[in-house]
């Protein structure tokens, strides 16, 4: 296995329209995280999931989001109604099972978005 | 609030320099990652620790919890170290999976 892959790496839509988003972790890593990063920030942290179930979903996810995990594999985050603000790269990551301090998050190459 | 501040934001060397990079934090951590990002978005960890020191090549984490502050340094620098450099922490407590991300250094090594 390569590492976790995200597809499209680049989006570019009109305002209004609905975009999908997905994330192919690493095989084995049952843990699966979506962060958003805007121009000159860090990146935020949006969602979480521990194998199917979506355990957290960050005050920052507006209704228009939702993500899936339907399988416990991979991951799809859907915007409705894009707006400006939307606008962003939007990373991916996953780590494996194990103690809540000991693992690392291995990330995607992300997909950037940008809504005109 | 939880927030991790890096310093500087901005840096610029010449090569061969040794470069220092900052990170504090407000709050009791779990775990401290230095992550390095290059143009078009690709996150990278370089470190994850919880205590004391780390050492990989030319690169060199510390941490200091009771100051809740660590620092990243890069020894020898080669316009190849050249990206944006992000602190990350996971906080103590019910949700310690997740990272709460600095701004991010921007490095850039001049040959």
């Known amino acids: 296995d390569t590492g976790v892959s995200q597809d499209p790496r680049h989006k570019i839509t009109k305002r209004g329209q609905n975009v999908t988003f997905r994330c192919d972790p690493i095989?084995?890593?049952?843990?699966l995280y979506w962060y958003r990063q805007t121009l000159g920030q860090g990146p935020e942290f949006l969602t979480y999931f521990q194998n199917e179930a979506q355990l957290e979903k960050s005050r920052l996810l507006s209704d228009r989001f939702s993500a899936e995990r339907p399988k416990g594999s991979f991951s799809t985050l859907e915007i409705q109604r894009t707006e400006q603000g939307d606008s962003a790269m939007y990373l991916c990551?996953?780590?494996?099972?194990?103690?809540?301090?000991?693992?690392?998050?291995?990330f995607g190459p992300g997909t950037r978005l940008t809504v005109t | 609030k939880n927030e991790v501040e890096q310093s500087p934001q901005n840096l610029t060397a010449q090569e061969g320099e040794f470069i220092t990079i900052n990170c504090s934090y407000s709050?009791?951590?779990?775990?401290l990652h230095w992550l390095q990002q290059h143009p078009g978005g690709g996150i990278v960890s370089l470190f994850m620790?919880?205590?004391g020191k780390k050492k990989h090549g030319r690169l060199i984490a510390t941490i200091n919890i009771q100051e809740k502050h660590s620092s990243l340094h890069i020894t020898a620098s080669h316009p190849r170290d050249s990206a944006v450099y992000i602190c990350a922490v996971r906080y103590s407590g019910g949700s310690n999976y997740k990272l709460t991300f600095g701004k991010g250094t921007l490095l850039t090594v001049n040959p």
């Open positions: 990551a996953s780590s494996p099972a194990g103690q809540g301090y000991s693992y690392e998050q291995y």
């Open positions: 095989s084995e890593h049952n843990r």
């Open positions: 709050v009791g951590i779990s775990a």
């Open positions: 620790l919880s205590s």
